[in-house]
């Protein structure tokens, strides 16, 4: 465990189906990172998007399918329930070990505000990049039920993510290329790469 980190919160950033969660495998494992120190966008939905939940931002149709009203509402409840999950985990497990989160968004500026300027001043972030084409593919070879229509990807694709590098000290921002059939030890050790330029690894 290491006595301190340099960095106590790490974003990792991208559009949908560019391999985050790969990344974030690799991340956890080669810093041993506790699973509560993990934050994917996917555990608050699955806490705030359920049938039990009653809110004027999605519906569920009686087969059971989930039906966004208003999908950047939603957005924001996620990332507004994972800065105050991470705020409680910091106070509570103070353990030097960063809190690692991973989402995409359309806006991360104003999607990054939401966790606070403090925050931010002591975060890094890994944009994972890759091409359209190959999103697409990645998106199409997921379970049915885990794809992401491809209005959103693309629509996700045509946004402008370049204010992402200057979010941040340059010293904490690292763009990772995640192309087509990338073996596994490079993509690995461009993460150890990143890692160490933050100094965690």
Not at 42 to 71: E, M, W
Not at 92 to 106: D, I, Q, R, S, T
């Amino acid at each position: 465990m290491p006595a301190s980190t340099a960095t106590p919160y790490l974003f990792l950033l991208g559009r949908p189906a560019v391999g985050k969660s790969t990344v974030s495998k690799i991340i956890s494992r080669v810093l041993k990172l506790p699973v509560e120190n993990y934050f994917p966008i996917d555990k608050a939905h699955h806490l705030l998007c359920n049938p039990d939940v009653q809110s004027p931002h999605f519906y569920y149709t009686p087969q059971g399918t989930l039906i966004f009203r208003d999908r950047a509402a939603v957005m924001r409840e996620a990332l507004e329930w994972l800065a105050h999950a991470a705020q409680k985990r910091r106070v509570e497990a103070p353990n030097g070990f960063p809190l690692l989160f991973e989402f995409a968004h359309y806006d991360y500026a104003s999607a990054l505000e939401i966790f606070g300027a403090e925050v931010l001043r002591h975060s890094a972030i890994i944009e994972i990049v890759a091409p359209l084409t190959v999103a697409r593919e990645r998106n199409l070879a997921r379970p049915a039920m885990d794809q992401v229509p491809e209005e959103w990807l693309q629509m996700a694709f045509a946004a402008d993510v370049s204010c992402l590098a200057e979010l941040v000290a340059p010293e904490k921002f690292v763009r990772l290329q995640n192309e087509h059939r990338l073996a596994q030890r490079e993509l690995e050790r461009r993460v150890r790469e990143a890692l160490r330029q933050f100094g965690l690894c």
